[in-house]
């Protein structure tokens, strides 16, 4: 009867565990699918005949420069194509996407005013919030298709307390800024949105 009843125990047990590997990969097929759907290394939107891209130095021709700014962008924005693209990366002028731009515009503006009390009892407005502004020229050229050449502006905005100085918000904000603006950029560039 013990035996039995062991045997009983084990196929109950591998039944259970049969039941949880079946859920366990249940729960992990939506992940699958998902990842599968924001891979943009089939990017519908580049022709099969387009092979090659080159990223020229994006410059920074902003009234205010910040220098880290430029050769990060430049950067990130190579890494990413060649990560999530087909693409392989050149640096000679038969590049089939040639990607040049300037960065524009990087400007700070209040907006978030809060209100208090001076010393004398008189109603006072101050800046809470500080907006930084960057904003970024891209020159698409296709050197298969001049048809799909294009120039545009890219922008976002980044907040930040007014109480803190710009050169320590960029530090706080400088790795978000670059992700950002290259998302947009890239984008801009492979996406038909």
Avoid at 44 to 49: D, L, T
Avoid at 55 to 60: D, G, L, P, R, S
Avoid at 141 to 163: C, I, P, Q, W
Wanted: aromatic share 8%.
């Amino acid at each position: 009867m013990i035996l039995k009843n062991d045997k009983v125990q084990g196929q109950k047990a591998e039944g259970r565990r049969q039941r949880l590997n079946f859920l366990f990969a249940l729960c992990l097929l939506p992940f699958a699918l998902l990842s599968g759907c924001y891979s943009f290394k089939d990017i519908g939107s580049i022709p099969p005949e387009v092979k090659t891209f080159r990223v020229n130095y994006i410059e920074n021709r902003a009234r205010y420069v910040n220098p880290q700014l430029s050769p990060q962008l430049t950067d990130k924005l190579r890494q990413k194509i060649m990560n999530q693209t087909r693409l392989t990366g050149v640096q000679n002028d038969d590049a089939h996407y040639d990607i040049s731009g300037q960065v524009t515009g990087y400007n700070v503006t209040t907006s978030g005013i809060s209100g208090g009390t001076g010393g004398t009892g008189n109603p006072t407005q101050q800046a809470s919030i500080q907006r930084l502004t960057v904003v970024v020229h891209i020159n698409f050229r296709n050197n298969l298709d001049a048809t799909k050449n294009f120039e545009a502006d890219v922008s976002r905005n980044f907040d930040y307390g007014a109480d803190v100085p710009l050169p320590t918000a960029e530090a706080q904000l400088n790795e978000t800024i670059i992700k950002n603006m290259v998302d947009e950029i890239f984008n801009r560039i492979f996406s038909n949105w």
